[in-house]
């Protein structure tokens, strides 16, 4: 099966590429070979390859600096999946997509489902609803996969944030009242690849909206300290830096951060058996990647 993979040079893209199964041809493109807010070029690629599945790993991800340019976070998370999702749906090609628990308000205090009520409070947010909105619309055979706080060996994220301050400082702050789910790039494409076998091999899937974040649930707090400790016990942080529990009213950002961010995954258990990670496990695998980098 021949599948498109857009962003592919983002976490999750870089992930999808190197762990696609045998039996999918996969053309990995990244912003500068595809760049989706262009409805030509979505247009003229998808004639030229021709993919019989697309994976749209492609966003705009600055949560804070979308505040301050949201026409480009729209022309990615809205537009540039309206160009992808009208382009395939007339060429009868399905999308699976990622979207974000920052669809949310954040104010729950039981696990999102995914007939929950969405109510993003910032532009990234709302920009990525506007993209899901936009590929229900217009590709009736889609699939989107809700996820968050994703981390990998490749790319931006918590965990490296985390030991480059832990080199650097003897002590930090990190906000200890906002929860979710830590969830590995590895494991999303893992799933985006189980999703994708499905379908190659039923010709059908069960189209919709699903979540899928990593377990246990955590502060990201508790994340930092589970890196630190892992970090020390392989060997990338000589000693344990001293990590303080603050208030997220400590840290104030340009965007407001949800407060509650975890996600009920029983949909795609029941419905596709795939089980949400263990982010523990993954957690190792990336800083043993990193140790060798
Ligand atoms: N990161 C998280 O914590 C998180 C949480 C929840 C959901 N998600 C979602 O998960 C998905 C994957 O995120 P990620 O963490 O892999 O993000 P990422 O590392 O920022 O990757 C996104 C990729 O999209 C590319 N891109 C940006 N604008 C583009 C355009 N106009 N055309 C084509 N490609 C473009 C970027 O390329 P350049 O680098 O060249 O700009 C980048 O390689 C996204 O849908 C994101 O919204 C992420």
Redesign the pocket.
């Known amino acids: 099966m021949r599948v498109l993979v ?8 870089h992930e999808l590429l190197r762990r696609a199964p045998d039996g999918f041809m996969v053309s990995g493109l ?3 070979d ?4 262009d409805a030509v070029q979505v247009e003229a690629i998808i004639e030229r390859l021709r993919p019989q599945l697309i994976i ?6 600055a949560v804070d600096k979308a505040e301050s340019e949201p026409e480009q976070a729209y ?3 809205r537009d ?1 999946v309206a160009h992808l999702a009208r382009t395939a749906a007339a060429a009868d090609i399905p999308v699976l997509h ?5 669809v949310f308000s954040g104010d729950a205090e039981q696990p999102y489902r995914e007939t929950d009520s969405t109510s993003p409070s910032g532009v990234y947010g709302a920009s ?1 609803l506007a993209g899901e909105q936009a590929l229900a619309e217009l590709n009736p055979r889609h699939l989107i996969l ?5 981390f990998g060996a490749h ?3 918590f965990v490296k944030t985390m030991l480059r301050l832990g080199r650097e400082r003897d002590s930090l702050g990190v906000v200890a009242d906002q929860r979710g789910g830590p ?1 590995p ?1 590895a494991s ?1 494409a893992d799933a985006l690849w189980q999703l994708a076998a499905l379908y190659r091999d039923h010709g059908n899937l069960q189209w919709g909206v699903y979540h899928f974040s990593g377990v246990p649930s955590c502060t990201w707090h508790d994340f930092a300290m589970e890196i630190f400790r892992q970090a020390v016990d392989l060997g990338l942080l000589e000693r344990l830096p001293q990590v303080d529990a603050i208030a997220t009213s400590d840290y104030p950002t340009p965007a407001r951060r949800p407060a509650w961010s975890v996600l009920d995954c029983s949909r795609l258990v029941a419905v596709h058996g795939i089980a949400q990670p263990d982010w523990h496990d993954e957690l190792r695998s990336v800083l043993q990647e990193l140790v060798g980098a």
Request: cysteine-free; proline content about 0%; aromatic content about 8%.
């Open positions: 857009t962003g592919a040079r983002g976490q999750v893209g990244g912003s500068t595809l760049d989706v807010g749209n790993a492609a966003a705009y991800t022309r990615v998370n540039g990622i979207s974000t628990d920052y990525k809700r996820t968050s706080w994703v790319g931006h994220n969830t790039a999303i």
